[in-house]
């Protein structure tokens, strides 16, 4: 498995293991949201990778958002909305480290951000940013 499906693997683990969340529909997955329904829809967003050293040996730091967008009904108000955005925040803390499979980085998380959400189809969507970096030897 590569450095990017190892840390997305790694977010994915980390958000399934949380207690009560609604239907996920991941990456690149076939899902069909009811007109009623909660759900996350997540996105791994790698950016590019940037050596942090001079020499051969250095590292090279991988950062990404994992996007999770969560989408309740529209008209529902924002509390719920709220509610489930606060949970992944909750979630994700800065500083949390998860480890991969790989013995030579681990993933960190440096921050996570509420935005604006808005209304598309039938739900309210409110994209929730989990910030990680890794540094690969």
Known sequence: MGIVAEISNALEVKLNSMSGIPDVAWQNSKYEPSIDGE????TNVPFQPVQIGIGDDSGVRRDGLLQIDVAVPKGA???????????????????????TNAESYKIRIIGTTVEIGEVVGSHYIVPTLVHYWAVVH
């Not at 759900?39 to 997540?42: E, I, K, L, Q």
């Not at 509610?83 to 480290?97: K, M, R, S, T």
């Open 77 to 99: 108000g924002r509390i719920r909305s709220d509610a489930l955005a606060d949970q992944i925040v909750e979630h994700f803390p800065i500083g949390l480290e998860l480890f």
């Open 39 to 42: 759900y996350y829809r997540v």
